[in-house]
């Protein structure tokens, strides 16, 4: 079916993909890397990962579809950020990881893979039954696309192209059809370097090649959507959504163009954090419809604007995060605020603290002003 592997590739590239390989579902070779993360317990809340019927999946991904006899892997690239400003920066600033600065990916690389499933259908009669997936289902994307040769994986977990870097988002398609396979990639063009392991501000890089998700920025940022270590808070910077830092000094991803316009960024890399914080439930969906931000959740997409304006020493946000601390019902936020505030202004805030305890009654909030007071 070489032809045919010829023209769905070319249908891929029509619709805009970056690329596209073909790969036989065999199972993951490096399976006891991602087992080994999973007994470390390094996936933060994450349960789902270490379901025992999600394990057998990723081991062997045939079981997603029966007679599946090939994976199609598609990547569709996404605008970079282009540096890292210096922290602290001037004004209340955060920041947006680049993959997100777009339309939501998922949405996009889905319709598409439906797309070209129809035209499949088309080659071969419908005679042909498939599943596709963007972070949908229990895939390990990364080792699969290796396998089709597009790429290697990087130190830092990610997949990197030798064409455009690593600043891409990945979909698949598991068919029962028969194609001609890629040749897995067996080289490793790290070599030496190891700067995204320097540069990571939480050092969450395992050298297996793994992430401590519970560590990384954006874990911590998006599926975290409870309360944020406080030995970690100073560690995120004015990361609001995401982490581009193990991307942006990876010499993989310098002087890559961007050819994908289906995933061109919306707006800048950084947002207004004093505008932000003034969004409700309501804005917040209505701003980011359509958007991965979404995934945040209105709170915890909140709780991380005030981690970072404590972590800027934004004195204009004292107002504002008094008021949160007085009068917000989300406790998670009431502790963060608290946070912030005596990281911004340890005189000034003794006092809003000690009228915030005349009225507080969660233990934890209660908790974190005595620690944040203690320790400023």
């Keep these: 079916m070489n032809n045919h592997s010829e023209l769905i590739k070319a249908k891929a590239f029509e619709l805009g993909f970056n690329f596209f390989g073909i790969t036989k579902p065999t199972k993951i070779i490096r399976f006891s890397a991602y087992e080994n993360w999973i007994k470390k317990k390094q996936y933060g809340n994450m349960d789902f990962l270490a379901n025992p019927n999600n394990l057998a999946v990723r081991e062997d991904p045939s079981i997603l579809l029966p007679g599946c006899k090939s994976i199609f892997v598609v990547g569709l690239q996404y605008s970079k950020n282009t540096e890292i400003n210096d922290f602290p920066i001037q004004g209340p600033s955060g920041k947006i990881a680049s ?32 599943k596709a997936y963007c972070d949908s289902g229990p895939l390990l994307e990364k080792e699969i696309a290796q396998n089709t040769g597009i790429g290697w994986i990087g130190k830092n977990g990610l997949l990197i192209s030798p064409l455009i870097g690593s600043s891409f988002n990945l979909g698949e398609m598991l068919t029962d059809l028969e194609f001609e396979y890629g040749q897995a990639v067996s080289f490793d063009n790290c070599g030496d370097c190891q700067k995204c392991i320097d540069a990571c501000p939480t050092q969450c890089i395992n050298t297996d090649r793994t992430i401590r998700a519970d560590h990384c920025i954006s874990y911590l940022s998006i599926e975290n959507k409870g309360i944020i270590e406080r030995e970690l808070r100073p560690m995120m910077s004015n990361w609001v959504f995401g982490c581009d830092i193990c991307q942006l000094v990876c010499p993989w991803n310098k002087n890559v163009l961007n050819t994908s316009p289906k995933l061109s960024a919306l707006e800048e890399g950084e947002i207004d954090l004093l505008e932000e914080i003034n969004l409700t439930r309501e804005s917040f969906k209505e701003k980011y419809q359509n958007r991965s931000i979404l995934r945040a959740t209105w709170s915890g997409f909140v709780r991380n604007i005030v981690i970072s304006l404590g972590n800027l020493h934004e004195s204009k946000s004292l107002p504002i995060l008094q008021n949160f601390l007085f009068s917000n019902p989300n406790p998670i936020l009431r502790i963060h605020a608290a946070w912030s505030i005596a990281k911004i202004d340890h005189k000034c805030g003794k006092v809003i603290i000690e009228k ?11 908790e974190e002003i005595k620690l944040s007071f203690l320790e400023n």
């Design 99 to 130: 993959f997100a600065q777009g339309r939501d990916y998922h949405k996009i690389i889905l319709e598409n893979l439906d797309q070209l499933g129809l035209y499949i259908g088309s080659l071969f009669s419908d005679n042909h039954h498939s």
């Design 356 to 366: 915030a305890l005349i009225n507080e009654n969660d233990q934890r909030v209660i």
